[in-house]
């Protein structure tokens, strides 16, 4: 077939379509957003009718795939690490349920935080339920991955869990396609309780999935992605997992003097796994991420072996790993080609010149700050997060998607007033509505804006599941449509919007505040394409 070059998750992509992919359900999130891109783009998913709309959140993504499984179909799921927080509830339980069409679930870390707003490892997700996880080392090994996984899965009879990190997602190399599979036919499964976990049936499914976990350790061992690579200097064993072995090879390009063990399929492989350990005086462990690997090693081995790594520093605790910093943990000198001078200052993001979030915060925040002086305002996921920058300085909180509704509840309900939201269109169909529903049972005294773009203008533009629904959304959940205002957030209406704003806050109860204009980006784009 032919060879293309391609970023990693556009191997993921390609990979899917190829091996008779029936629906991809994602929620963009950097740096898993292009997988959903480049499937929406290709001209089969049109031919063929595949699946490729955006989900309202990683939830309703993982539950969508699995409904797709469970009807015999390839389902494949994307998100970034932590939508893995999201996605929990179903991802732990289809374990459990197990599938029927094979079912991979991509998680995108982002080591260093380049977008995010922590640094979690998704291997403790697959460890944590008990299923096997693929680790690419680089493109072509991702694509390999999802063009056999899907028939991995159904043959193990489990989701498959396939783990991404930032560089290799959005870095480039040639890939090598493999023939075109039709998709799956229509076909449930031959259990009608399979997908059916009441206690008494989840118990008896928990039992066969711990059955199981012999047979993932043979795979691994027997795993072509797992790799055992003799050294003649046995001072020291390498375990390298995914990009780790690419950074490790960077270092060693006539091959490396020490015993190598790549993994990049787990559970670990016990065999290949003691064969280093028995060979060597000392064992570096190789990750990018948190010392995952490292730390079942130590579980492992229960022997005076001594074991390197993030734990003892060898490598760092945080950040990316990078080849530099695995060359100073083999010994190396590695003198960088280029050097950032010093007379270069990081830049910050910035909200977009133009940006109808600008004019928002600078109304809500000379309100405030002249009128209130005992406000808080909690924010969330999104480009109006850069209101945290100068000179905005105007939010007080961003924890997760969804967050800023329910902490304004609750520092009302210890007693703040006033307590302000700040919400996306986007985030607040994706996990703010649950939030503004315990504000309106309690009738909470908050004033909740809705930031609203008409678009998830942080990932590049794409739809949002609420635009052009939010009043009635609201009202709906159970907020006076009288206390449902919509503005435009442009300076000609300043004076408007700051009444509206005092209005609100001196209201005793829920009322919600949508500025709206849309993103300049997906307009100028709009007008380009014309």
């Not at 133009?354 to 109304?363: E, I, L, P, S």
């Not at 850069?386 to 210890?414: E, Q, R, W, Y």
């Not at 302000?420 to 994706?430: L, Q, R, W, Y």
Request: charged share 25%; glycine share 8%.
């Amino acid at each position: 077939m032919s060879k293309q070059l391609l970023l990693g998750d556009e191997a993921i992509a390609q990979a899917a379509l190829d091996a008779g992919l029936s629906g991809v359900y994602a929620y963009p999130g950097t740096p898993s957003t292009e997988i959903t891109e480049y499937i929406q783009m290709a001209p089969i998913t049109a031919q063929e009718n595949i699946h490729c709309r955006w989900s309202a959140n990683e939830k309703t993504a993982m539950e969508s795939a699995l409904g797709m499984s469970f009807a015999g179909k390839r389902s494949l799921v994307c998100m970034k690490h932590v939508g893995m927080n999201v996605a929990a509830d179903c991802f732990i339980n289809a374990a459990i349920t197990g599938v029927k069409g094979g079912m991979i679930v991509v998680a995108a870390d982002d080591p260093s935080m380049h977008s995010s707003q922590n640094e979690q490892d998704s291997r403790f997700y697959g460890d944590f339920s008990l299923i096997p996880i693929f680790e690419p080392s680089n493109q072509q090994e991702a694509y390999d991955m999802v063009y056999h996984g899907f028939d991995f899965s159904e043959k193990t009879g489990e989701p498959l869990l396939l783990r991404m990190v930032t560089r290799l997602a959005h870095s480039r190399s040639g890939v090598e396609r493999k023939e075109q599979m039709p998709q799956n036919k229509l076909e449930c499964s031959d259990d009608p309780r399979q997908f059916i976990l009441l206690p008494g049936n989840a118990r008896k499914r928990y039992k066969a999935l711990l059955e199981k976990q012999a047979e993932f350790i043979k795979l691994s061992e027997e795993s072509p992605y797992n790799q055992y690579i003799d050294g003649p200097n046995k001072k020291l064993g390498i375990i390298a997992c995914g990009i780790g072995y690419n950074y490790l090879m960077e270092n060693y390009p006539e091959g490396c003097e020490y015993p190598v063990l790549k993994i990049s399929q787990y559970p670990l492989p016990k065999k290949q796994l003691m064969q280093l350990i028995e060979a060597c005086d000392e064992i570096l462990v190789i990750e990018d991420g948190q010392p995952f690997v490292e730390k079942q090693i130590k579980g492992y081995l229960g022997i005076g072996v001594k074991v390197k790594g993030r734990l003892d520093g060898t490598l760092p605790h945080d950040g990316e790993l990078t080849p530099d910093s695995v060359a100073r943990a083999v010994g190396k000198d590695r003198k960088a080609e280029f050097s950032i001078p010093s007379l270069v200052e990081v830049r910050p993001p910035a909200l977009c010149e133009g940006c109808g979030h600008r004019d928002m915060y600078t109304v809500l925040t000379q309100v405030l700050k002249e009128e209130y002086p005992t406000h808080k305002v909690f924010s969330d996921i999104g480009c109006y997060t850069l209101g945290a920058n100068a000179p905005f300085h105007a939010i007080n909180s961003c924890v997760d998607m969804g967050a800023s509704i329910t902490m304004a509840k609750g520092a009302a309900d210890a007693g703040l007033h006033p307590s302000v939201a700040v919400i996306g269109d986007s985030t607040f169909t994706h996990s703010g509505m649950t939030g503004l529903l315990d504000c309106v049972n309690e009738n909470t005294n908050v004033t909740i804006v809705i930031s609203d773009n008409e678009t998830t203008a942080m990932t590049g533009g794409q739809d949002s599941a609420g635009t052009g629904r939010l009043e009635s959304i609201c009202q709906g959940i159970g907020v006076a449509p009288e206390h449902i205002r919509v503005v435009v957030p442009l300076k000609k209406n300043y004076e408007e919007m700051k009444q509206v704003i005092r209005e609100e806050i001196e209201y005793k109860g829920v009322s919600v505040i949508i500025p709206r204009r849309e993103c300049i980006q997906t307009l100028a784009r709009k007008k380009r394409n014309k």
